[in-house]
C-alpha cells in the first residue's frame, strides 16, 4: 500500500497569522518544530489530536486545513 498524503494550509495560515512562526505554532500545539516543517512539506500525516490543536489554534475545522489529495482544495473567500 502506498503511503498515505494529506494537503494542508498551516504554512499559508501562519502568514495570515501574522507571520507566526513554526516555533510558536508547534508551541500552541504542543510538538515540535520539525513536525511543523514536515507536516507544511506534506512529509507527515499529524493524527487526529495534534490535527483538532492546529485547527483550535486558527480557529478552523480540520476540514478547512486539511484534505485528502483526492479532495483538492475549495476555493474559500481570501484563498
Known sequence: MAKEKINNRIR?????QGEMTQQELADMCGCT???II???????V?????????????GKT???IFRLP???YVQQEGD
Open 70 to 72: 483526492e479532495d483538492g
Open 33 to 35: 518544530r520539525q513536525t
Open 12 to 16: 499559508k495560515l501562519r502568514f495570515e
Open 46 to 58: 499529524p493524527s487526529l489530536i495534534l490535527a483538532i490543536r492546529i485547527a483550535r489554534v486558527f
Open 38 to 44: 514536515a507536516l507544511e512539506q506534506e512529509k507527515y
Open 62 to 64: 480540520v476540514e478547512e
